[in-house]
């Protein structure tokens, strides 16, 4: 299972309120990334990591602030979380082939419910 | 960036019949495309890619085809069975930023 685990695996919150997702590997992957999955729009990037502090943008960054102070761990963070992000989300590791890209390993996923 | 575009969106065949699904992107830096079967409820896995150098690979019932001319790439389930019924995403990604770009998904479903 590439050493992924997310946590929590399920949440339940209110508007307004703070939100933090981890995902945590085992394996020493440089790349690490945070996906949302949303029925109709398959699955979003929202923030990736190519090593610690290293950080950028996916295509659905707004809302979503990240970390990686350390390689095995990736914190996704919802300041102040909105219904429209009630979601589920997807940490996913990117397994390098030969210094090329290689597979996109995901974990378990995380369902958030923004009430 | 990249965007990704996948079709159809649903798809139903009868058992032993052939799948299509194909996907165009965007941008010619791709170079790699991958495709993820998810079951319900379940995470998304790679069941085959296909590298920008290669015209077709094949892997038992399962095979890709890549046109960079066009742009697109499409995924073939020849002899379908039931537990082929899931969603398929589709994916393209390029060497230097290393992401991932995902069509919106194809849901299959195989009658049995």
């Known amino acids: 299972d590439a050493g992924i685990t997310q946590s929590p695996r399920h949440k339940v919150t209110e508007t307004g309120t703070p939100v933090t997702l981890r995902c945590h590997q085992t394996?020493?992957?440089?790349?690490m990334y945070w996906y949302r999955q949303d029925p109709g729009h398959g699955l979003r990037l929202i923030h990736y990591s190519y090593g610690v502090k290293d950080t950028d943008k996916g295509e659905v960054s707004d809302g979503y602030s990240v970390s990686r102070s350390k390689t095995e761990d990736f914190l996704l963070t919802l300041e102040s979380a909105t219904s429209s992000q009630t979601s589920v989300y997807f940490c996913?590791?990117?397994?390098?082939?030969?210094?090329?890209?290689?597979?996109?390993?995901f974990g378990e996923g995380s369902r958030l419910t923004v009430l | 960036g990249e965007n990704v575009e996948q079709h159809p969106s649903t798809l139903s065949v009868q058992e032993g019949d052939s799948a299509v699904i194909k996907c165009t992107y965007s941008?010619?830096?791709?170079?790699?495309f991958p495709w993820y079967k998810q079951e319900l409820g379940k995470r998304p896995q790679l069941i085959i890619d296909?590298?920008?150098?290669?015209g077709e690979k094949k892997d038992q019932r399962i095979a890709v085809t890549l046109n960079k001319t066009a742009k697109h790439f499409s995924l073939h389930i020849t002899e379908t069975q039931p537990e082929d019924s899931a969603v398929y995403f589709c994916a393209a990604s390029w060497n230097t930023g290393n992401q991932f770009y995902f069509g919106t998904g194809t849901s299959l479903t195989v009658i049995p």
């Open positions: 941008d010619s830096a791709s170079n790699y």
């Open positions: 296909i590298r920008s150098n290669v």
């Open positions: 394996e020493n992957h440089r790349y």
């Open positions: 996913a590791i990117s397994r390098l082939a030969g210094g090329e890209t290689g597979e996109l390993f």
